[in-house]
């Protein structure tokens, strides 16, 4: 079903006309459409400064949320007061420039005690490496005849490496190095150390070092505490006063992304004087929403002229759809989206497809337990994507599984097959590998009921949009339907009662309506107004009519034949179970524990891998064989202006805009 959408014309006063086209971005009501007049360049340049200015404080709002490194850009939150939809630019960004700014003071403030933090960092290091070396120092302090080397090496510097010599002897603690040497060599040691980028740092020996607790390291300890307890202060300040900046940005974000939407909105109406005229399509069943939502905001200062199905047609419009089908069928829209969206004139084919999917997925999928699994985990999925807050598609993702397993299981009974087991229950058919020829005739004649009624389709869809000769005369049309419906008929009864088609028969089915066909020419010259017979000559004419009649007799031969897939899958999916229990037999006895994992296991396959498949061929019947017979989808997506799904405000102060 489709939703009944109706051609609008809604006009209000310019000094109201930004209320109301907020107003309407609120409830998402109306479609849009621009007015040919006002696609100007005068129009547009009307709103130019405007939108450019507008574009400005977005893309600076944008700027500080990148820097501050928020993913989303939040929206206004609802229950803090009506929003101020202001249009009174100099001043908003005068407050961005305040909000930059104070955001700098906060990351220098912030940096300075960083920075502050990783000095005292590194002279605590610094101490414990030179710690590290004290007990040799004082050592060496109490060796009078000997000489000592304190001090640091440039990064990377091994000085380690000497070890004990003759000479003199090194021991290194990061960069810290202690150098002892007798006092004929101590040249030498130091000349070793310059090498390695040597500094003297005796003074820390008596300042800082000479032990754990000397005064110097405990007040660089509590030092460090202090700017720790500081610095941390300090974040939760930030975090806190970057939470409020973030409300009153998403506030500004909320807002002006509104105003850019109803600027780009506003662009595309018509401007007379003193009104502004919207253009566009609604549902009808929501016209008094849109009467109250009007007069919200321009009183009962504005009309609207709604158009009728009569006028719309006789317009040529093409008015975008949208699907409005019962709560059931609903999840079944996205199999038609996937297709596109039938046009204006079209059916909106969601109930068949649904059935049509359902009935296919079950013929090939039939099993009472399989089938109920399937139905216990697409209602988990929708029992997650509720909670989850999913999108739609997992929700409706869910039902389409669950109705799926519903259909399997119904045709479980009928097969009689249980878990892959086909004596537990008495089968109300057969059992499919027993009745192969009857499951392929079966399939057979499902393909044709859904071919019969593509065509049935296809001549209404051709009525509503007045191609009467096409609907008459096409290969999709009343011709195609007399020559399937006819040879199936036929076909049919000869299986069953073994009566071949009579001469007569056959040129009543066949015959006549190709001779009709390859002269629709005439018809199409006498009351379509065509300007010759052939207008191309008689040659290519008859040659281009003999192609498409054979394509249509074996595109129709083709498209029946395919349906047998369906009962293939059907087998296949009885094989797989018969493999299952052959091996449950080879691993033990029944119900022992070895026969049970296989059976366990074996189902478990079968559901992954036969459901994919069997959803996948389903899919494949729907659309190439049913679809394709009268299904364009190349309609238009009903898509009500809106703006971003987070602003919930409903009161607005406007401010010089129309």
Partial sequence: MKARIRKIVVGVNRNRVHEAVYELGLESLVHLEAWEASSSEAASAAYADIESRVGSVLLRVEKIFDDLNIAAYPAAAGGNGPAVFS????????????ISDEIGSIRDLRAKYLAETESLLIRLDDAADAGALLGSAALAARMKLCRRAFGVVRDGAD?????VTGEFYIRQSGRYVLGISLPGHADEMTGFLLKLGYEGREEMLSEYLSSPDAPGRIRMRETLEGMKRDLQKQEERFTARIDEIRGSLARIHAAYSALKSSIGAMKGFLQTGETRFINGWMDIDDLDRLVSALERTCGRDFFIRVFTGEETRRMRARAPVRLKNPRFFRAFEMIVRNAGIPGSSEIDPTPVAALAYL???GVMFGDIGQGLVLVIAGLAMRIIAARKKLRAFY???GTVLAAAGISAALFGVLYGSVFSNERLVPALWFHPMAHIMDLFF????MGASFITLGIVMNVINLCRERKYFEAALGRRGMLGFVVYAGSVFLAVRFIAAGTAPRALELALVLGLPAGIFLARNVAAYLFQGAASLFPNGVFEYMVESLVELMEMFSGFLGSS?????AGAFALSHAG???AVYTLAKIAGPPLSAGALVVIVTGNIFIILLEGLVCGIQSMRLEYYEFFSRFFRGDGVEFAPFSFMSGIKEKHVVARGVA
Wanted: net charge negative; glycine share 8%; proline share 0%.
């Fill in 87 to 98: 249009t009174d630019i100099d001043a908003d960004s005068v407050l961005l420039d305040l």
């Fill in 359 to 361: 009935l296919m997925f």
């Fill in 159 to 163: 000085a380690s490496g000497s070890g």
């Fill in 442 to 445: 079966a399939a057979i004649m």
């Fill in 395 to 397: 929700r409706d993702g």
């Fill in 561 to 565: 034949v395919s349906f047998i897939r």
């Fill in 576 to 578: 797989l179970s018969i």
